[in-house]
């Protein structure tokens, strides 16, 4: 564990970015904070009221959601009614002086707060926007609404996924909000650089949907090269063998030869080099033909070793292998430790622990600038910026604006 130290904004790689974040849940969320962890100052804008709707979801520690504390780091939070005339007035103000505005609302939405693609161009020229959404923004199904559950779906990721005989699988992680959040900081980044040569803002949207298609690699590729739809093969490899788990005497081990060379390399380390001389096994294509033969070979000599054992032995040899963690292994790992991939923040109910940084940078490092903020804790701070007297606020406030 990691005590990461409050640093200086000045320090990131953004700093002296301003973002305004409407985005709300996961999608969007993530994305802001990857720009907060290098340097931006991330302003998220919530309903007054309660907020994020994540605020209140997953287990509460002493009246926090971790689950909002792993999105919402290094960032400040406004409250602002963006329905009401003047929370939407106050949102333009804000953005004559951003940098960057990032939502994930569904199409259209941003529209009807008088904020249309044109309006932006032309009011601030300046301007990155930053989009996510399910399925882009335009096509038939432009106005559906989307989860994670549904992009994995529809993408064809969870139909590559699960065993060959049995029922598509997810993956168990939001992994089409983080890659569409991912996407979409790289997206941002690179129109700040166009901007900071031509002076033009963008617009800049990634999809759900999208994301997971882009992310098919190889299976995409065999698809497009033979027409022909890619089976389940659970933790086989689809196209190399032997590659996936096998079996020691107290668990499994993940094995991972991915060429020639190191097939060779991990049979020779199993004694069992003499299986290349066999017809059925001499390359990958017979291998793969006759996989099911090859691992109970192979199994029958992975058993007779524990999995830490083999671990250093295949190392050794310059085999790719490791042992499947549960999530309390994996943050027990020294190797995770010592890239300091679990952190804590202090927060005013408590340390919370929330993943690393996966970005190392030597000059200007991802850290910590501000800790997850309280619902409206920067309201007013944020519009004293713009000018606003006590008494303005006050009259807001009153009114439920802030």
Request: glycine share 10%; with cysteine.
């Amino acid at each position: 564990m990691n005590m990461t130290p409050i640093a200086s904004p000045a320090s990131g790689s953004l700093a002296g970015i301003r973002v305004i974040d409407l985005t709300r849940v996961i999608s969007g969320p993530f994305c802001t904070q990857i720009l907060g962890d290098h340097g931006a100052d991330v302003v998220k804008i919530e309903p007054p009221g309660k907020g994020d709707v994540v605020r209140s979801q997953g287990n509460m520690v002493n009246g926090e959601s971790w689950y909002f504390a792993q999105f919402n780091r290094n960032k400040r939070s406004l409250t602002l009614d963006l329905r009401s005339d003047d929370g939407k007035a106050i949102l333009r103000r804000l953005l004559e002086g951003a940098d960057v505005l990032v939502e994930n609302f569904r199409p259209g939405v941003l529209a009807k707060m008088g904020l249309d693609d044109d309006t932006l161009r032309e009011r601030f020229p300046h301007l990155v926007v930053g989009r996510i959404n399910g399925f882009g923004s335009t096509g038939p199904y432009r106005d559906r609404p989307a989860y994670d559950f549904i992009a994995q779906a529809m993408s064809g990721f969870m139909g590559v996924n699960g065993p060959p005989d049995g029922e598509p699988m997810r993956a168990a992680p939001p992994i089409s909000d983080m890659v569409a959040s991912q996407n979409l900081a790289f997206g941002i980044c690179a129109a700040l650089v166009r901007r900071a040569t031509t002076g033009q803002g963008e617009i800049v949207e990634t999809a759900l949907t999208n994301g997971l298609i882009a992310m098919m690699g190889y299976l995409a590729a065999e698809f497009f090269a033979t027409d022909h739809v890619p089976a389940r093969t659970g933790n086989d490899h689809p196209m190399l063998y032997p590659y996936g788990l096998f079996k020691a005497n107290d668990g499994e081990v993940a094995i991972a030869p991915s060429n020639d060379t190191m097939v060779e390399r991990f049979l020779s380390a199993l004694n069992m080099l003499h299986l290349l001389d066999e017809e059925r096994f001499a390359d990958n294509a017979r291998r793969m033909n006759n996989r099911d033969a090859l691992r109970e070979i192979l199994n029958d000599v992975t058993e007779k070793r524990g999995v830490d054992e083999w671990i250093e032995h295949l190392n050794r040899a310059g085999v790719p292998c490791g042992r499947v963690h549960d999530m309390r292994e994996t943050f027990a790992d020294p190797q995770v430790q010592a890239q300091e991939m679990r952190l804590e923040l202090e927060q005013a109910s408590g340390k919370v622990p929330v993943t690393g940084f996966p970005v190392k940078m030597r000059e200007a490092p991802a850290t910590l600038y501000h800790r997850v903020p309280r619902l409206g804790e920067h309201t007013r701070e944020l519009l004293g910026e713009l000018g606003m007297t006590r008494g303005a606020l006050d009259d807001l406030q009153a009114r439920g604006v802030i």
